[in-house]
């Protein structure tokens, strides 16, 4: 299977304390994050678990020490975790998705009107279940972290789901709407702003995403005693699972469960 590239990444932090990240210097206060290669968007991405060039351990470090200090990040991350295990859709692809759209601004307006953290439009909310009452409109609600990431987490696995095998779509999709993917024959829109942030959004997430350890045990003849680790499990972010797996299957045997969001 093809790898994919990925991109260069820019970064500058503003006023407020929000980090911007780009594929590209879009002005003077940009500092080169981390370099990558050109992203080819017409190379097959496997849905949730991509086969990609992974991080130098000095770019990869740098990124995740960006999280380890984000007060922002850490005020939001269990929301995360249970969107990320509810929907099926790895953490660190809301991670990449949440830094390229908001820099984990929950307060985020976009001059488009798109809402915090994960950037949701209101049409979208409303066609993905959140609803106004007497006391928020759909616009206050979606700046409610408890909303917003289960929101277009749900919108997120509905474009992976739509583009099967093809994480670069879903992303495009998630800037760009789905028909303009579809109207595109089935590839990245050729909209300067969307390739750019496809590039933004696969490169954060080609960092975060390690390649997830499997440490084997034999412990009996037809019996194999596994565990799994997920890319930001001993950072905190993803809840530890054990895995036993038998001659008939695998079954899950000890995995910390996630509350309702």
């Not at 820019?10 to 370099?35: I, M, P």
């Not at 290669?37 to 949730?48: A, G, H, I, N, Q």
């Not at 106004?132 to 609600?141: C, G, I, L, N, W």
Request: charged fraction near 20%.
């Amino acid at each position: 299977m093809p790898s994919v590239a990925y991109a260069d990444l820019w970064a500058h932090v503003d006023e407020r304390g929000v980090t911007h990240f780009a594929a590209e210097q879009l002005d003077s206060r940009y500092q080169l994050f981390f370099r990558g290669t050109d992203f080819d968007s017409t190379r097959d991405v496997p849905d949730l678990a991509p086969t990609m060039p992974y991080a130098l351990p000095a770019q990869g470090a740098r990124l995740l020490a960006f999280f380890d200090i984000s007060p922002d990040y850490k005020r939001v991350k269990h929301h995360l975790r249970a969107a990320s295990a509810r929907n099926g859709v790895d953490y660190e692809l809301l991670q990449a998705v949440i830094a390229a759209e908001s820099g984990f601004d929950a307060a985020a307006v976009s001059p488009k009107g798109a809402v915090g953290l994960m950037q949701v439009m209101p049409t979208t909310a409303s066609r993905f279940g959140v609803r106004a009452d007497a006391k928020r409109t759909v616009e206050q609600k979606l700046t409610d972290p408890a909303v917003n990431v289960p929101t277009g987490t749900r919108y997120l696995r509905h474009l992976l789901d739509l583009f099967p095998g093809r994480m670069d779509l879903a992303v495009a999709a998630y800037n760009a709407g789905e028909g303009a993917v579809q109207r595109a024959g089935n590839q990245v829109p050729a909209y300067k702003e969307t390739q750019n942030y496809v590039r933004t959004v696969m490169g954060l997430y080609a960092q975060l995403k390690p390649p997830a350890p499997v440490l084997a045990q034999r412990a009996v003849p037809g019996r194999v005693r596994m565990e799994l680790s997920g890319g930001a499990q001993k950072r905190g972010n993803l809840p530890p699972t054990r895995v036993a797996q038998t001659q008939s299957g695998v079954q899950n045997v000890n995995q910390e469960p996630v509350s309702n969001e």
